[in-house]
């Protein structure tokens, strides 16, 4: 995708180097981006130095720490043109339970909400002033088919903050479009990340591909979408899940 070629890049929840944040920091900088990576932990600072771009760790639920970052991406390498909200699902050194929706503690929602909705609305509303007012800019959501599409028992915290990103990609579609701005969402499914579980395995063998997806197959989607080709795209959602939606039966 030649049209992300010297465009400044920030990539969230790129920390864990068999995850979806790193592969798609990966495709941006071997098409020619000016490529930053973000984690809340510091391992995000090994992830860059394989790379070789730059990294800043911060707690992106923290609105002082996102300001941070953004001063700290424009001080090394210019105003953000493409950002990549990929950060969600889960935090390093964090962990919630999944019980059902009548059973969820408020903070273990405010966890789930925080992360996977509030983290990423804090990070659109610091790019867009200067994207609008420069006229141009592209915004990828990685949000999941959790919520929007399908869902499982214990999931009912995280499908709701999923289908909200949805809801607000499609809302800065529509408030910033005529402003040089596009925002679309990646939807993925089973993808085989090295936190991938044996029964999410056994849930991506049953898809109609037979196999969980690649990073690298999300990476590519969000590439398109933060090309300069994808320049007619806007609040979409492009489903990354092997045609596992698709079927009602599965095996």
Not at 24 to 32: D, E, P, Q, S
Not at 72 to 95: F, H
Not at 102 to 112: E, F, K, N, Q, V
Request: aromatic letters at 4%.
């Amino acid at each position: 995708m030649a049209g992300v070629a010297g465009r400044v890049a920030l990539v969230t929840g790129a920390g864990a180097s068999g995850g979806i944040g790193f592969a798609i920091a990966r495709a941006l900088i071997g098409a020619g981006a000016r490529v930053a990576v973000t984690a809340s932990s510091a391992r995000v600072q090994d992830r860059a130095k394989e790379l070789d771009c730059l990294s800043h760790v911060a707690d992106l639920t923290d609105p002082a720490q996102v300001a941070g970052l953004f001063a700290a991406v424009e001080a090394g390498l210019g105003p953000v043109e493409i950002l990549v909200n990929n950060a969600g699902m889960v935090q390093s050194g964090k962990t919630v339970g999944d019980p059902l929706l009548d059973s969820i503690g408020d903070s273990d929602w405010a966890h789930h909400i925080g992360l996977n909705l509030t983290l990423p609305f804090l990070c659109c509303r610091a790019v867009l002033p200067g994207m609008a007012t420069r006229g141009y800019g592209r915004i990828v959501n990685i949000a999941s088919v959790t919520g929007p599409l399908v869902s499982f028992p214990g999931a009912s915290a995280y499908a709701a903050a999923k289908a909200g990103v949805t809801g607000m990609t499609r809302s800065i579609a529509l408030e910033y479009g005529g402003r040089g701005v596009t925002c679309n969402a990646v939807l993925p499914g089973w993808i085989a990340t090295e936190s991938l579980t044996e029964a999410e395995l056994r849930a991506g063998r049953a898809t109609p591909l037979g196999r969980p997806g690649r990073p690298e197959e999300v990476a590519a989607c969000a590439l398109f979408l933060a090309s300069e080709e994808a320049s007619y795209v806007t609040g979409a959602m492009l489903v990354v899940d092997g045609g596992n939606t698709l079927q009602e039966m599965k095996g």
